[in-house]
């Protein structure tokens, strides 16, 4: 799945969906519950059948070797966490409710930050549930640093908690 794009029809960047429950309506529609799974580089895009389509690569966060990186990954990582717990426990009630049943309770903290080729799953939640932009939340899918996204997601999380204190 990729976000529209006026260019190019969709986006450079984007995610693969995995399928959780598909519901037919009467009229022939249907809605479809996915879950984000790998992210992708659009390579090459294509057509066929009427549908887009694209050659693309997989994505994975570039690690980090060095240990006061590390550390320094580590302390963001807690800080950016505890601000985004203290975000959405400061939501009301009604937007709370509304996201725990569409998308769940966010994710646990991980001990090892580098385990997944993603990063932390906390923060796909939240960027799921964030407010923001479609094209913002694609520069975020877009990174391979963990650091530079928590930066970023720390960016966010401190744009609105002023907007929660008012």
Not at 55 to 64: C, G, T
Not at 153 to 160: D, E, G, N
Request: hydrophobic share 35%; charged share 25%; glycine share 4%.
């Amino acid at each position: 799945m990729c976000v529209s794009d006026t260019q190019n029809s969709f986006a450079d960047y984007g995610c693969m969906l995995q399928i959780r429950n598909v519901h037919f309506l009467p009229d022939g529609r249907s809605v479809v519950d996915t879950v984000g799974g790998k992210r992708f580089r659009v390579l090459k895009r294509g057509m066929k059948d009427g549908y887009c389509t694209a050659d693309i690569e997989y994505l994975e966060d570039v690690k980090v070797e060095n240990e006061d990186e590390i550390k320094n990954l580590r302390e963001l990582h807690d800080l950016v966490y505890s601000q985004a717990c203290s975000w959405f426990q400061n939501l009301r009630d009604r937007f709370r409710s509304q996201i725990l049943q569409h998308f769940g309770s966010m994710p646990e903290r991980e001990e090892n930050l580098q385990a997944a080729p993603n990063g932390p799953a906390w923060c796909w939640w939240l960027l799921a549930v964030l407010p923001v932009d479609p094209r913002y939340q694609l520069s975020v899918l877009s990174m391979k640093s963990l650091k530079e996204r928590l930066t970023k997601i720390q960016h966010i999380l401190t744009y609105f908690s002023r907007d929660q204190s008012k």
